[in-house]
């Protein structure tokens, strides 16, 4: 339930009401005033209302319109969708589980890619923010601070022996335009091998859905994002991508030269990596196949230890 007090500083005795989202009319009403100065308002708040809704009043007070406004933001969408996975730390190549819900039949469009895409560009995947900025924008074009009603879809007009208030006389249906110009985005490259998962499902009709996906051989960091849409409920989508990691508890970086010439000297540089949360103690060993290789100052033999 939804309260709002209405009041007015001369004696009014009726005020009309709009709640007005996405441009559409959800609710309106006519109402006496019991009280000449003010009036508690109570409303039902409806899914129809998501993400963004404005409510109008508006009275005639002397012969003139008053009016005012009040935006109310809401949490969440109409078409509800969910996302999440089994794990946050997964070996290369190992499964992972992903759990989506939300309504049934809806069609969802998945992806996951390399987190250091980010560094080159973070506007190449659909944010909430993106989503919200899009509602912002209806009927953008003709908005400013002195039409109120035809920034948000309504059309007003009053009979002739009723005008608007002065500082609302100013209404600039035909003046200053919100400028918004479209901007080409460059196109680097084509081919992506940084997102391993570009796939579409569609959601059973118990409202849930999942799948089983073989991360890549790599050691990196991901982003998985997905956008849920329902013919009937519109778009849906996660608001923050979910971020897991590829790891091996132990990985051995080298530094080696691009050649080696037969009978050179060369020092071969490994260094061990630990991604436990404590220090151990390890034992690594080089393994001499087929006995191609003579470590100085050491014995011929099948295997080195190169520290512990």
């Known amino acids: 339930m939804l309260q709002f007090l209405v009041t007015c500083s001369d004696r009014a005795e009726f005020f009309v009401y709009y709640i007005v989202s996405k441009c559409n009319i959800i609710d309106s009403g006519f109402l006496r005033m019991q009280n000449p100065n003010k009036y508690v308002l109570q409303l039902n708040a409806t899914e129809m209302m998501l993400p963004k809704a404005k409510v109008i009043v508006a009275t005639v007070v002397n012969r003139t319109l008053v009016y005012d406004f009040l935006e109310m933001d809401f949490v969440g969408l ?32 998945l ?90 499902v569609t959601i059973g009709g118990s409202g849930t859905n999942k799948m089983i996906e073989a991360v890549p051989d790599t050691i990196t960091s991901w982003y998985l994002t997905g956008f849920s849409i329902d013919p009937e409920y519109g778009l849906g989508i996660i608001k923050t991508p979910i971020e897991f990691t590829t790891i091996l508890p132990f990985y051995i970086g080298e530094s080696l ?17 630990n991604n436990l949360e404590r220090e151990y103690n390890a034992d690594v060993m080089l393994y001499n196949v087929f006995n191609q290789i003579e470590f100085v100052g050491r014995p011929l033999e099948g295997k080195v230890s190169l520290f512990s």
């Open 257 to 273: 030269p691009d050649s080696i010439k037969r009978g050179e000297v060369v020092e071969l540089q490994f260094t061990l990596f």
């Open 78 to 109: 109409r078409n509800s969708f969910e996302l999440s996975i089994d794990k946050q730390h997964v070996k290369p190549g190992q499964q992972i589980e992903l759990r989506m819900s939300g309504r049934p039949g809806a069609y969802v469009g």
């Open 111 to 200: 992806a996951a890619y390399d987190k250091s895409l980010l560094y080159y560009n973070a506007n190449h995947d659909i944010s909430w923010e993106d989503v919200m900025q899009l509602f912002e924008g209806f009927h953008a074009i003709d908005e400013n601070e002195f039409d109120m009603f035809h920034s948000t879809g309504l059309f007003l007009r009053t009979l002739d022996d009723i005008k608007f208030n002065e500082v609302h006389d100013m209404s600039a249906r035909h003046g200053l335009q919100t400028s918004n110009p479209i901007t080409k985005l460059t196109s680097y490259r084509t081919n992506f091998p940084e997102s391993w998962l570009w796939k579409n």
